[in-house]
T-cell receptor, first 110, second 114 residues
Framework: RKEVEQDPGPFNVPEGATVAFNCTYS??????FFWYRQDCRKEPKLLMS?????NEDGRFTAQLNRASQYISLLIRDSKLSDSATYLCVVRMDSNYQLIWGAGTKLIIKP | GAGVSQSPRYKVAKRGQDVALRCDPI?????LFWYQQALGQGPEFLTYFQNEAQLDKSGLPSDRFFAERPEGSVSTLKIQRTQQEDSAVYLCASSSPFSAHEQYFGPGTRLTVT
């Protein structure tokens, strides 16, 4: 079983819709959580950190459920430019290593 | 530019050849990471440097893989006697001590072994 699991998709979503991605992690000692975005044939870039209380950045909302070891990302009013692969990442604060999911591919259609 | 740079961007090697991949991290970033990313997968950790010290090489898949960062800035990942399974994108990332969780990635080197 992989340490970080995501639905690979693709999620095909019409422009303007709301879309949600989920991610589960296996190591309960994980302390830090992130969503990265990766465009086709480009490098990953940090989208947002995920805090225990949940956090929002514009159209993006991230939630963490430690009891269920589950992280989510919600994108509202999706834009064509949101088309990308979204990677769920976890880290144990005692360790610098980032553990990556395989990513969920999102395609926004006009 | 101020970002992480990598060279070459693309490399085609015949099986058995040695290759060397270069990474120039962001100036002042003490931490440097190498990852291997296969098609349709997330990045897999290879090795980690703090300045010139290689603190973790547990992700290197075999002794054919070797990385160095002799002066604590530029790093080179070397793969000896390349095999077809080495074909992947090799990503380099750096981070600052003030924001250790955010890794800044270079564009990667796409290695194809034929």
């Amino acid at each position: 079983r992989k340490e970080v699991e995501q639905d690979p998709g693709p999620f095909n979503v019409p422009e303007g819709a709301t879309v949600a991605f989920n991610c589960t992690y296996s190591n309960s000692a994980s302390q830090s959580f992130f969503w990265y975005r990766q465009d086709c044939r480009k490098e990953p870039k940090l989208l947002m950190s995920v805090y225990s209380s949940g956090n929002e950045d514009g159209r993006f909302t991230a939630q963490l459920n430690r009891a269920s070891q589950y992280i989510s990302l919600l994108i509202r009013d999706s834009k064509l430019s949101d088309s990308a692969t979204y990677l769920c990442v976890v880290r144990m604060d005692s360790n610098y290593q980032l553990i990556w999911g395989a990513g969920t591919k999102l395609i926004i259609k006009p | 530019g101020a970002g992480v740079s990598q060279s070459p961007r693309y490399k085609v090697a015949k099986r058995g050849q040695d290759v060397a991949l270069r990474c120039d991290p962001i100036s002042g970033h003490v931490s440097l990471f190498w990852y291997q990313q296969a098609l349709g997968q997330g990045p897999e950790f290879l090795t980690y440097f703090q300045n010139e010290a290689q603190l973790d090489k547990s992700g290197l898949p075999s002794d054919r893989f070797f990385a160095e960062r002799p002066e604590g800035s530029v790093s080179t990942l070397k793969i000896q006697r390349t095999q077809q399974e080495d074909s992947a994108v090799y990503l380099c990332a750096s981070s600052s001590p003030f924001s250790a969780h955010e890794q800044y990635f270079g564009p990667g080197t796409r290695l194809t072994v034929t």
